[in-house]
């Protein structure tokens, strides 16, 4: 009977502590992710992302570290089209977590409801370099893409939270005029530099260029994910010259020394654009994220040579 | 008496039916007609809604491709992307562009990457190059899978394929195809087993042929070592070709603040690939060869096959993981393997195999890594074996002389009498990986395995030539002091190609200092799985 008793008394508070729980553990892989899933969630959603917004997004180390966050993890954010393909899998396989193995409720693959650009149509292979099969998994870095993914963290969170589905869809709305307000704000800054040709380092800058009217002429990389070759910089510095390039623009964890050349080459200027949130000190969230790369680039754009 | 009522009744019933029909004879070919009638305008109705879809669906299908060209054209693509807009501030996200179409059977089938497919499918092929100054190459290196010659070596041809079985189970099979150094094909299965996605209570079984999770080289893969060949504390102790075997596996990752897994498998105790325990022999594909003197220089007759669940091998894990800053990790780990062996005389009673181990893994990722580099990687790992020899007497044909080959006791002139015994066996490598810029990384492995010296090797033996003498033997060549040091340098032009050139440094107690130069190769077609920590 005792044991009984003791059972019962320790089943209850088993359940007590879980009923107690009451805030949603969201793990998103990106920083930028991470930081819209708050503005959805506010109060009732603990968020943690995985990568840094300094590093790679393509190459984080699958720390077993990650492995328990998952394993408590109510909802995992992922970008999807490959982006995290070589070191999510064995994340969530080492999870142990029903809630967010693929297909459940609290897995969320981001690139789902998004319109990716650069889909590879006919036969891709890898002697293309690291062509995307899905399409160009940098998507977030258009801000217009992210009233997207906040719909489907407020669709995500409303669903596992049903009780506070008002209080997700208010935060929506709200995230959604800001959003929007901001990138009148923005387009309208870039405005009379519509036009402007960039070179990039990687096929990163592709959607933020689409958004704001930039032209990405070239990129560093001869194929994504190939690094430069001398070859490849040479041909490349008279074509950027000749089409009158203004900006090279690299993520902040590329090496500086051939971005460095290109530019000096082509009398461009080199920016240091973070891709992510984190990817400065003054990158804090998905706001300030287009705050900065906005105004370093209408800056570079307006002071003299 | 009941059942011949029901027969009575049932014929009655068939007979009265058929005088109906009888009757009924025009009303039945009036519905007939009726019948055909119908039947030809629903036909008639049917071909013409079939054509109106097949109509449909060119259409579709045109429309479709002119959108598909569209979407290249940037203006409308900014046209869609404002539609886009509008939607998605009402409305739920829109369904994926990917998704919205099914497959059909012109659309490439696409094997790699989480495409539409039910399998990922990988062929990793890895070669080596290169000559070394001893004579004895297949004895110098202890890894099934290391260049085993002077010239060319086909190290390891490993067919993978892996995917989700079902909501329930993950499945991944390991088939490796390797050139021996006569030119024969030889086929292993690496591995092949199915692993639970989720269990309750933070629970994982595996079950199947798998790599015993001891320490942090043995469960790897040829294609990720960071050195042309394996360890040599692992290739002693575990075996050749690692430790593998057939069984099942349970694991529990801790509710810990930090990450902490405990693992138990339990796996068959025979075979080649349970080196320590009861396999056949300690030397390359697990075959002791007859001219060659065995561990312990006695046979392993003592195999008492499987009595109960105590002669099987058990292998148990507990490993930790910290985060030491935000770009340092450092993983620790304890292993230990118990089984049964086979080593000495048919009854030679109980002999049994532990080993133990540690290991410890630091890693520093630059916090702005590009590809992964710059990073530094070291990892240890140290082992401790104790191995009961059983007695063994060499008079296996009884008649007493000292035939040719047999281990001959010099100072009695009879062959060799053994007695059972503890061996203690040390062994520890240290390796370090520094990935200097992106797709560069220079290695260096330091290599020792020792032991304490046995009863047997200080017993005046010889192997006999049949004719009163013989050629001492000493200090075992399979347990003797033994170091390597081996500096390397690996480039990678991508992922999914690596060219590597090492030198290693031997010394070998009794058998001299060599010195070996081994260029590697890598293709890795297909799917590429995720790399683990």
Known sequence: ?305 | MKLKNFWAWSSALCLSASSLQAQETTEVEQLKKQLKQATESFDKSLQEHRKTIEDLNKRLDAVQKQQQAASTNQEQWKRMMETRLGDAATSAPPATVMESRPWRPTDPIRLAGRGPNYINLSLDGLFAAGTSTANDIEELQLGGHDPSQRGFTVQNVELVLDGAVDPYFRGQGNIVFFLDPEGETQVELEEAYLETMSLPANLQVRGGQYFTEFGRHNPTHPHAWGFVDAPLVNGRFLGPDGLRNPGARISWLAPTPFYSELFLAVQNSQGETATSFRSAGHSHGGEEEEEEIPLAFRHADNDRGIDDIGDLLFSPRYALSFDLTSSQVLLLGASAAFGPNSRGGEDAGSTDTQIYGVDLTWKWKSPRHQGGFPFVAWQTEGMLRKYDAGAFDWDENGNGVADEGEVVNATTGLPAVLGGETLTDYGVYSQLLYGFRKGWVAGLRWDYVTSDRGDYERLPLIVSDGAGGGDPLGRDLMRAQRWRLSPNLTWYPTEFSKIRLQYNYDKRNGIGDDHSVWLQFEFLLGAHAAHKF
């Open chain 1, 1 to 305: 009977m005792k044991t009984i008793l003791f059972i019962a008394a320790v089943g209850g508070l088993l359940i007590g502590a879980h009923a107690v729980q009451a805030k949603l553990n969201v793990v998103t892989t990106l920083p930028d992710f991470g930081s819209i899933a708050q503005e959805i969630g506010g109060d009732n959603v603990k968020v943690t992302s995985i990568a840094r917004g300094t590093e790679d997004p393509h190459f984080v180390d699958a720390r077993p570290s990650f492995i328990r966050m998952l394993n408590q993890a109510d909802v995992l954010a992922e970008g999807g089209a490959d982006l995290e393909i070589g070191w999510l899998p064995p994340l969530v396989n080492g999870a142990r977590n029903a809630k967010i193995l693929a297909d459940a409720a609290g897995h969320i693959i981001l690139s789902r409801g998004i319109r990716l650009l650069e889909v590879p149509v006919g036969p891709v292979d890898r002697s293309m370099g690291d062509v995307h099969p899905a399409g160009n998994p940098h998507y977030w870095l258009d801000p217009a893409n992210g009233k997207v993914m906040a719909a489907q963290f407020a669709e995500t969170f409303s669903k596992l939270d049903s009780a506070n589905a008002a209080f997700y869809q208010a935060n929506l709305r709200k995230f959604n005029e800001r959003l929007d307000k901001r990138m009148a704000e923005w387009t309208k800054l870039m405005e009379p530099h519509r036009g402007t040709k960039v070179v990039t380092y990687h096929k990163s800058f592709e959607y933020f260029a689409e958004r704001f009217g930039l032209e990405v002429a070239s990129q560093l990389e001869p194929k994504p994910g190939i690094e430069p070759s001398p070859t490849h910089i040479h041909a490349l510095i008279p074509r950027a010259k000749e089409h009158g390039v203004k900006l090279v623009l690299i993520e902040p964890f590329r090496p500086r020394k051939t971005p460095h050349y290109v530019a000096d080459s082509i009398g461009a200027k080199l920016l240091i654009l973070p891709t992510s949130v984190g990817g400065n000190e003054k990158v804090k969230d998905y706001f300030s994220l287009f705050d900065y790369n906005v105004s370093q680039i209408i800056a570079a754009l307006q002071s003299p040579k």
